[in-house]
Nanobody, 125 residues
Framework: QVQLIESGGGLVQAGDSLRLSCAHSGGGFSFSAMAWFRQAPGKEREFVARISRSGNTRYYADPVEGRFTISRDNAADTVFLQMDDLRSEDTAVYLC??????????????????WGQGTQVTVSS
């Protein structure tokens, strides 16, 4: 059974940085495209970033392009999200997702089979 556990969230000020981690267990990490989504109170879950199985291809949502970087360590079964120049509008619960069998993943949450519980990121202005 695949499990995803996120960590690294917290309360920061605007302009600060955070690095989120998502530990994948249960096997198959290197065969899964991975992604980060986020959900703010009263809003729908939205795509943030995704990374291909190999780590060579990455896509970002427009609001985070240039500020966030997704990466993965296939030897450690972990995916990361480096978040720089954080803004108040980045405040949300950040969720890690895995899409086994997909090479590149997608922007659609329905394509991801496994989800973590999320980690809270709060940015004060």
């Amino acid at each position: 059974q695949v499990q995803l556990i996120e960590s690294g969230g917290g309360l920061v000020q605007a302009g600060d940085s955070l690095r989120l981690s998502c530990a994948h267990s249960g096997g198959g990490f290197s065969f899964s495209a991975m992604a980060w989504f986020r959900q703010a109170p009263g809003k729908e879950r939205e795509f943030v970033a995704r990374i291909s199985r190999s780590g060579n291809t990455r896509y970002y949502a427009d609001p985070v392009e240039g500020r966030f970087t997704i990466s993965r360590d296939n030897a450690a079964d972990t995916v990361f999200l480096q978040m720089d120049d954080l803004r108040s509008e980045d405040t949300a619960v950040y969720l890690c997702a895995a899409a086994p069998g997909l090479v590149y993943g997608s922007h659609d949450a329905q394509d991801y089979r496994y989800w973590g519980q999320g980690t809270q990121v709060t940015v004060s202005s």
